[in-house]
């Protein structure tokens, strides 16, 4: 065990199953627990939680994810203190971006105090880590509310790691893509003083579930690719396209190719400046790429309209585009049905709201039925994760990644800073 890969640099799939096997990083595993008694261990979750307008958590799964690490430290009597950013607060304070409502979440799972500091760095910071006893958790102020975390300034980095920290783990895979302070810097700062920076239990699973799906991919390997942009996941097709046996496309995103077959959407979302992107993804592509062959439109995207099918050659002016067609959710839902490997990113329509929701929750039921007979299905996506919760299916799921622009970016084969600065095993 305690096999973790870093992926790294742009290449193909092949290059990449081979940096698998051999960059291997040092995890939580590699740390006994007779090592951690007494230690100020700094750990970096992900606890970017949605929130809604009166501050409440509405979806805690990242949270949660973490926390067999935090238990791990706990039990063998570590200090763990907690480092996340929330939001884009843009380096400087906002109440409305605190962590604390999340530190009293984070105590209702564990079920003993979290204790909050409502400082990142400084001396209010100092004291706080300084008061701590074996076995306690501490979760430190937002670290965006700091300049310096997107800055990844050094010596910020290095003031996280002065209470003779030896032990730095990274269990927030959501920002692993992001070479800041608080991810690649603490790292860094931590191996330059003889310590280690390993991976928690979390980013550990979500590596590994990754890199072992794209090395040796069970055939026939079919992606869903969906959302609302192309320019968002330009890189991604590209990647797996070599790979995959199918590509399906959805969303919005299908309309920029719908554009690009010469066909009108009416007053669809187009990416005008992708035109050019699609019509050459599918000279790539060839018959591997499917498109929705009907889509559902409405006069508008609203929660109360009533919609028609039309073909996707017959888009009628002043229509909107905001589901898949009855026809094409059939044919997704047999190819998915058919595959040993799927990955989904991106819903097929606007699931968010009533009427353009069953496309995608159709496709989100195959990915769990053809999981349920054994093949392997990656959600990768906040928002396909969302719609997947939202159809019920979630939990036959073979893996749900917390990270959104993470995984697409692991996936393209981008290299994962915040990874890459981890201790070599
Ligand atoms: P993910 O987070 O899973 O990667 P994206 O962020 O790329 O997904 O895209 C999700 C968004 O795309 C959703 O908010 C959804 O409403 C939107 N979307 C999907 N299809 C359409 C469409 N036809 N028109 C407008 N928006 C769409
Ligand atoms: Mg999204």
């Known amino acids: 065990m305690g096999l973790l890969a870093a992926c790294g640099g742009p290449g193909t799939l092949r290059r990449r199953a081979a940096l698998v096997s051999r960059?291997?990083?040092?995890?939580?595993?590699?740390?006994?627990?007779?090592?951690?008694?007494?230690?100020?261990?700094?750990?970096?979750?992900?606890?970017?939680?949605?929130?809604?307008?009166?501050?409440?958590?509405?979806?805690?799964?990242?949270?949660?994810?973490?926390?067999?690490?935090?238990?791990?430290?706990?039990?063998?009597?570590?200090?763990?203190?907690?480092?996340?950013?929330?939001?884009?607060?843009?380096?400087?304070?906002?109440?409305?971006?605190?962590?604390?409502?999340?530190?009293?979440?984070?105590?209702?799972?564990?079920?003993?105090?979290?204790?909050?500091?409502?400082?990142t760095t400084g001396l209010q910071a100092q004291e706080a880590v300084q008061g701590m006893k074996s076995g306690e958790v501490l979760l430190l102020e937002n670290t965006r509310f700091c300049p310096e975390d997107a800055r990844n300034d050094a010596e910020w980095a290095e003031e996280e790691i002065s209470f003779g920290t030896k032990l730095f783990v990274n269990d927030a895979f959501g920002a692993v893509h992001r070479a800041h302070a608080s991810t690649q810097g603490v790292a860094d700062a931590v191996r330059r003083c003889g310590g280690d920076a390993v991976a928690g239990f979390l980013l550990e699973r979500e590596i590994r579930s990754l890199s072992d799906t794209m090395a040796d991919p069970e055939h026939p390997f079919v992606t869903i690719i969906g959302g609302a942009k192309i320019s968002n996941k330009i890189d991604v097709i590209e990647a797996l396209l070599p790979a995959v046996d199918q590509l399906l496309i959805g969303g919005a995103m299908a309309n920029t190719f719908f554009k690009a077959h010469g066909w009108a959407v009416g007053d669809s979302l187009v990416e005008e400046d992708r035109i050019d992107t699609a019509r050459r993804l599918m000279d790539l592509a060839g018959d591997k790429l499917l498109l929705p062959v009907d889509v559902l439109t409405a006069p508008s995207i609203t929660s109360d309209v009533s919609t028609c099918v039309s073909a996707c050659d017959e888009v009628g002016e002043a229509q909107h585009i905001g589901d898949i067609g009855p026809r094409t959710a059939e044919l997704f839902t047999d190819v998915v049905g058919g595959a040993r490997t799927v990955i989904w990113s991106g819903p097929m329509g606007v699931f968010e709201l009533a009427p353009f929701r069953s496309g995608t929750f159709e496709v989100a039921r195959a990915a769990a039925s053809t999981a349920d007979q054994g093949a392997t299905v990656i959600v990768g996506g906040g928002d396909s994760a969302a719609a997947a919760v939202a159809a019920g299916v979630v939990d036959r799921i073979t893996h749900v990644s917390t990270g959104g622009s993470a995984s697409l970016e692991f996936l393209s084969g981008n290299e994962m800073p915040a990874v890459a600065a981890l201790s070599d095993r």
Request: some cysteine; charged content about 25%; proline content about 10%.
């Open 23 to 119: 960059m291997a990083k040092k995890t939580l595993e590699d740390c006994p627990p007779e090592t951690l008694a007494d230690q100020v261990v700094v750990v970096r979750v992900d606890y970017n939680l949605p929130l809604n307008r009166d501050g409440e958590v509405v979806d805690d799964t990242r949270l949660v994810r973490t926390l067999p690490t935090i238990q791990y430290l706990v039990e063998a009597g570590a200090k763990a203190v907690l480092l996340s950013h929330l939001g884009r607060p843009g380096g400087r304070p906002d109440p409305a971006l605190s962590l604390r409502p999340v530190a009293g979440k984070l105590e209702e799972f564990l079920g003993y105090p979290v204790g909050f500091c409502p400082m």
